[in-house]
């Protein structure tokens, strides 16, 4: 496992031995939390083991354990994923749900396409089914804008750990 070979390595070079009982409460408190706690079930997920709100070395260390042929660390530290076929994101691909509360607020047009709310639906519903396949899920609560007085709470829900790095970004 790669949590032993980073304590090692830790040890090893003579490392303080506080930097790895951090290491090690950090995961601990960690694997606390995936386990029986906290669970998505109002969201009709129902996933037993969930990494609510990981650090980015735990992120790091499970994509790189989980698809070691798709992930990698780059020379500057960053960490590279292959997404398959569908790279990239595709501004004439957005769509926005109308509904006539915040109709006016939208600049609809070629970026901004309108979304009936039944086909929103369905694909939520295709995406619960989807996540509910899964062994285990990733979660980031965080918040859109920087501003307390402004700002809204945002959850993520996400199948791949490197999907949750991209979110705490």
Known sequence: MLASGVLQGIL?????S????????????????SHGKFNLHKY?????????????????EQALCRTPADAH??????LAA????????????KRIVYEPSSANDVWWGPVNIKLPESSF????????DFLNTK?????????????PKYRVKVRVICARPYHALFMRN
């Open 12 to 16: 090893k070079k003579g490392g303080d």
């Open 18 to 33: 506080r930097l790895a009982q951090q290491y090690l409460a950090r995961r601990w408190a960690h694997a606390q939390e």
């Open 44 to 60: 009709d997920l129902h996933v037993d083991h969930i990494h609510r709100n990981a650090s980015v070395p735990v992120l790091y």
């Open 73 to 78: 660390i780059t020379s500057t530290g960053a």
């Open 82 to 93: 292959l997404s398959g076929k569908k790279t990239g994101r595709v501004p004439s691909e």
């Open 121 to 128: 639906m369905i694909n939520r519903c295709r995406a619960i």
């Open 135 to 147: 062994k285990e899920l990733f979660v980031v609560d965080g918040y859109a804008g920087w501003d």
